[in-house]
């Protein structure tokens, strides 16, 4: 159980393009998820807290309109690369936390999206 | 300062050999206390999870919580080459926000 799913795995794209990432929680409901980004090399750096319905919370130095992210239900997240360079290029991981139940303190990580701007 | 502290590495031991990975914390708020595995290109796996201080024992894996010299260690017995991959540490206050250690890259030689 507990199981964290992103979509897509990798993806490459043009500089000035928007990407999307969907993180879904495949058989639990997930209140909060959270969206993390590693650099090659380097620790996982928290970018955002998102809510099942409300705004997200950012991190400080985590431009908000430049990662737009959107918790609209209780199974899925999504963040959104808005007009995407090459220093976006990163590793994209999310976490998902349950609602409720026996594990209501841990995370589960999905596997990650790895994001190329050309 | 950062908040977690932990030795990059990398670490390269022999299969069977004892592996002792560990990290120093600055923020005494933190009260949980887990390990987390990361294979190349993945996410990152939940192997220990400990609340407080104290020893914590699953299979190969022991984990150790320190928290009067705010220090945890994990240790893996009889090392196997599958075992191969980036350790974190992370640790949260009742906040429930993670913090992340920088990982530990090892390596088991067969």
């Known amino acids: 159980g507990a199981v964290v799913s992103q979509h897509p795995s990798w993806v490459i794209c043009k500089s000035g393009t928007s990407v999307k990432i969907e993180c879904r929680s495949l058989?639990?409901?997930?209140?909060?998820m959270f969206w993390y980004r590693q650099f090659p090399k380097q620790s996982l750096m928290l970018m955002a807290t998102s809510n099942e319905g409300s705004k997200a919370t950012y991190e400080q130095g985590v431009e908000k309109d430049k990662f737009l992210i959107n918790h609209a239900s209780l199974t899925l997240s999504t963040l959104t690369v808005t007009s995407a360079h090459p220093e976006d290029s990163s590793f994209y991981i999310c976490?998902?936390?349950?609602?409720?139940?026996?594990?209501?303190?841990?995370?589960?990580f999905g596997p990650g999206t790895r994001l190329t701007v050309l | 300062q950062k908040e977690v502290e932990q030795d990059p590495g990398p670490l390269s031991v022999p299969e069977g050999a004892i592996v002792s990975l560990n990290c120093t914390y600055s923020?005494?708020?933190?009260?949980?206390f887990m390990w987390y595995r990361q294979y190349s290109r993945k996410g990152p796996e939940l192997l220990m999870y400990?609340?407080?201080?104290g020893n914590k024992e699953d299979g190969r894996f022991t984990a150790q919580v320190d928290k009067s010299s705010k220090y945890i260690s994990l240790f893996i017995r009889d090392s196997q080459p599958s075992d191969s991959a980036t350790y974190l540490c992370?640790?949260?206050?009742?906040?429930?926000?993670?913090?992340f250690g920088s990982g530990t890259q090892l390596t088991v030689l067969p």
């Open positions: 923020n005494s708020a933190f009260q949980y």
């Open positions: 976490s998902a936390r349950e609602a409720s139940g026996p594990s209501y303190n841990e995370q589960f």
């Open positions: 058989d639990f409901q997930a209140t909060t």
């Open positions: 992370a640790m949260r206050s009742s906040a429930r926000q993670l913090t």
């Open positions: 400990t609340y407080s201080s």
